[in-house]
Nanobody, 123 residues
Framework: QVQLTESGGGSVQAGGSLRLSCVASGRPISSYAMGWFRQAPGKEREFVASITWSGSNTSYEDSLKGRFTISRDNTKNTVYLQMNSLCPEDTAVYYC????????????????WGQGTQVTVSS
């Protein structure tokens, strides 16, 4: 089964940027649509962004459009999330997962998660 490892999080000030990575192991993810999700303290996990297997189409939570960019490199079995103009409300643990190739269905497909990567934004 595929295992997902997220990295790239950290502590930044408001207005800063981070680039998250999600590396898959166990099997190639080149045929899967992939997505990023996040969970803030005391809140449910929520959808952030997704991308088709080819990278030709993407989808974003409306409030994040223009600040976050999802991309992938299938040769490296990796999905990225570039986050710009970060604000304290972006503080959360970020996770990746496979998603429905119909990107409008914004739910994870794997019944398990990686350890996630913590993003903390201070004002």
């Amino acid at each position: 089964q595929v295992q997902l490892t997220e990295s790239g999080g950290g502590s930044v000030q408001a207005g800063g940027s981070l680039r998250l990575s999600c590396v898959a192991s166990g099997r190639p993810i080149s045929s899967y649509a992939m997505g990023w999700f996040r969970q803030a303290p005391g809140k449910e996990r929520e959808f952030v962004a997704s991308i088709t297997w080819s990278g030709s189409n993407t989808s974003y939570e409306d409030s994040l459009k223009g600040r976050f960019t999802i991309s992938r490199d299938n040769t490296k079995n990796t999905v990225y999330l570039q986050m710009n103009s970060l604000c304290p409300e972006d503080t959360a643990v970020y996770y990746c997962n496979t998603v429905n190739p119909l990107l409008r269905i914004r739910r994870p497909l794997l019944p398990y998660w990686g350890q996630g990567t913590q993003v903390t934004v201070s004002s």
